[in-house]
């Protein structure tokens, strides 16, 4: 029997309420798949601090870093705003990613056929929706360096430093072309090559991994334009392939055209390693502990670490097929009511998919 083991980073506000679906969902595959999961829940975020005045703790770090996959859901409250930024739960963030070199960040953008109301872009437009965004997650200018404060002049002045070198643009590019195979080997790489000699490089380089694949069709497009395109022509796209800094921004518009920021998963990985898989959204702390929130997206991440993160192909499967079920019966959480649907709590969302497994 293969074993797994999985950890589970439930963090702060609506996380363990959309944890606890996942953990249920993940027994009953492995009892159906029979396949072996253990899943070590640790502290992260919020929580992490509370106990270790540390929001990613090392016993977390090297838990996850002996793991096959983590699983995490989401961290963050007003109330560590004020801490120093260190602190924060959302620097745990960038701690986990930094310990585990998850310089590829995955989101998959599709539209659920049940859902086509839910969008606020016609539905003509969003219709044809498969897309995926991949997006290099630990470099660029949120980690270039120098970055900082000037305080001691006349007028104060900040600064940051976007930098890559040609072997970061590679392992992503490869990253995209694997993933763009599997696909309709189309790439759209995005950058700001007319303003900047970063981007200049970005798109030399892609250009260059990319030739050396005869069957793969890439196009260039600067980033203002891409954002546009996306609001006009989503349709366009297959795989998105850009930097840091305009990945979180297109992927956030991207994830829009579904309707819910809860339901939209994603995966980080490196080349070896376990990935982390998390849903796109933050801990809503605005309907935390109400058993409102939707746990969607959470369990499309599950299903994203089965697929990718344990080759667990037909158990993968089976969490999208539950959860197009579901949504096709009329069932939704709060976020995605439409006046004309069955509303169900988080709960009962919950067992109407590990019913339909
Ligand atoms: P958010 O994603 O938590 O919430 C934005 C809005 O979407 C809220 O109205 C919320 O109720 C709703 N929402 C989010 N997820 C939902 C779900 N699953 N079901 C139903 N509704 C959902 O973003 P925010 O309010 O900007 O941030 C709240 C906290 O989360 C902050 O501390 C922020 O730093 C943190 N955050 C964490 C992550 C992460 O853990 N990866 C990502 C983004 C924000």
Redesign the pocket.
């Known amino acids: 029997m293969k074993k797994y083991k999985v950890v589970l980073l439930s963090?702060?506000?609506?996380g363990p309420e959309?944890s606890e679906i996942s953990s249920e969902i993940l027994k009953k595959l492995s009892h159906k798949y029979s396949f072996d999961i253990e899943i070590k829940e640790e502290y992260f975020?919020g929580i992490a601090y509370e106990k270790y005045k540390d929001p990613a703790p090392k016993a977390t770090l090297d838990q996850c870093k002996s793991s096959d996959a983590v699983l995490?859901?989401?961290?963050?409250?007003?109330k560590?705003?004020s801490l120093p930024r260190e602190l924060r739960?959302?620097s745990g963030?960038l701690k986990l990613r930094s310990a585990l070199n998850l310089f590829a960040n995955i989101r998959p953008v599709k539209i659920r056929k049940s859902l086509l109301d839910a969008s606020s872009l016609k539905k003509e437009i969003i219709e044809d929706v498969d897309l995926v965004v991949v997006r290099e997650l630990i470099s660029g200018i949120y980690f270039g360096q120098p970055r900082g404060q000037i305080t001691n002049t006349k007028v104060k002045k900040a600064f940051n430093t976007m930098v890559y070198d040609t072997k970061e643009i590679e392992r992503i590019t490869e990253v995209a072309i694997k993933i763009a195979n599997q696909r309709s080997k189309k790439i759209c790489s995005v950058d700001k090559s007319n303003v900047l000699e970063v981007s200049q490089l970005w798109r030399d380089t892609v250009l260059d991994v990319a030739s050396k694949n005869k069957d793969l069709s890439l196009s260039n497009m600067y980033v203002d334009n891409a954002a546009m395109q996306l609001v006009k022509d989503p349709s366009q796209f297959d795989v998105i392939l850009t930097s840091n800094l305009f990945g979180d921004i297109l992927s956030d518009l991207a994830a829009m055209i579904t309707g819910?920021?809860?339901m939209l998963p994603s995966a980080s990985l490196s080349n070896s390693g376990p990935g982390v898989f998390?849903?796109?959204?933050?801990?809503?702390?605005?309907?935390a502990g109400k058993n409102?929130?939707?746990?969607?997206?959470?369990a499309l991440s599950t299903s994203m670490m089965l697929k990718i993160g344990l080759n667990e192909e037909k158990a993968a499967d089976d969490i999208e097929i539950a959860i197009d079920n579901v949504l096709s019966k009329g069932y939704r959480?709060?976020?995605l009511d439409n006046g004309d649907c069955n509303v169900l709590s988080c709960s009962e969302i919950g067992e109407k998919i590990i019913q339909e497994i």
């Open positions: 963090g702060d506000g609506i959309i975020g995490l859901a989401c961290v963050g409250d007003l560590y705003d739960p959302e963030l819910s920021i809860g998390e849903p796109v959204h933050g801990s809503a702390p605005d309907i409102l929130a939707n746990p969607i997206a959470m959480t709060s976020d």
